[in-house]
């Protein structure tokens, strides 16, 4: 996998030949099947500043587990991190395909390997298909709902502009990856950056004026209202899982039971956010089913539960 070109510069050139400095003792090392070049070196713009961030892949050793440590070369830290193939090829495949944990790899630089399993599994991080949308696409749109009900809560209630706007601020990043995602982008580091540029009307309103100009109840509230109908307006996109499970499912299904689901099959641990969201603009129908609060109790209290038809829509 090679890194996008870039013209070279005298702090890019000193840091790769640190780096090859490193790899020529790390390639005399046997038991080290490949070595990948993560961050800035790797696809972008390095500075006096930077790191190098490096992974080394062992082979399967017993007593050798994942760990980091801090090398050197040309006065240039080097944070590496050592881990077992096992353990590598499990992290990248538990990854959920197009979240930040993925691109790390996605936009990584393989060096060198000495199996061949690690270089398939190198071409296989950068396919992104349909499915593995859908979910990122799921992921962020629930990840956002929580920093929009704060934001909104410091306006109408509170009535602090400074903290309603930071609130709105931290819901930018999942905004971003639903911009970049849903065109089968892959949601690097930088995906405001990348978002800007395919929808700089939008994110001007929710990200850029938000810091750059002074802020007004309007301009407050013109942001939230902006989010509220972008998140409308992609209902289906986002949360389409949700609602088929819901479908398929044909009856009420507790909050436990479609979080288990959710977690279990997909690795989204909640979507409860993302369920009372839906139900509060009328897509699905909140009810509630009684649940026991410990195997040993005798009452019974109500859960929340959801109920979803589409042919009442």
Request: glycine share 4%; proline share 3%; net charge negative.
């Amino acid at each position: 996998m090679t890194a996008t070109a870039r013209a070279p510069t005298p702090d890019t050139e000193r840091y790769e030949a640190a780096l090859e400095q490193l790899l020529e003792r790390v390639r005399e090392d046997d038991h080290i099947l490949a070595a990948i070049l993560c961050g800035s070196l790797s696809h972008d713009v390095v500075w006096e500043k930077s790191d190098i961030d490096l992974v080394l892949v062992c082979d399967d050793d017993r007593k050798t587990k994942t760990h980091s440590v801090a090398l050197v070369a040309d006065d240039i830290n080097i944070h590496t991190t050592v881990t077992p193939r096992d353990d590598f090829k499990k992290s990248v495949e538990k990854a959920g395909r197009n979240t930040f944990g993925h691109s790390v790899f996605a936009k990584a630089r393989l060096l060198y390997t000495r199996d061949p399993s690690i270089e398939r599994l190198f071409e296989e991080i950068l396919k992104v298909g349909r499915r593995d949308i859908q979910f990122q696409l799921l992921r962020s749109g629930t990840f956002v709902l929580g920093p929009l009900y704060k934001a909104q809560k410091w306006l109408e209630v509170k009535g602090d502009l400074d903290y309603s706007a930071l609130w709105i601020l931290y819901c930018a990043n999942n905004l971003a990856e639903i911009e970049v995602g849903q065109r089968g982008e892959i949601i690097g580091r930088e995906v405001l950056a990348q978002a800007m540029a395919h929808n700089p009307e939008f994110f001007s309103i929710v990200y850029g004026d938000l810091l750059n100009r002074k802020k007004t109840r309007k301009s407050v509230k013109a942001a939230l209202d902006a989010i509220d109908q972008y998140l409308r307006s992609k209902t289906e996109l986002l949360y389409q899982p949700i609602l088929d499970y819901l479908a398929d499912a044909g009856d009420l299904r507790s909050v436990t039971e479609i979080e288990h689901f959710f977690d279990r099959h997909h690795n989204i641990p909640s979507v409860l956010l993302a369920l009372e969201w839906l139900s509060d603009i009328g897509v699905v129908d909140k009810a509630s089913t009684l649940v026991k609060l410990t195997t040993r109790s005798q009452l019974e209290v109500d859960e929340l539960a959801f109920f979803y038809s589409p042919d009442e829509e």
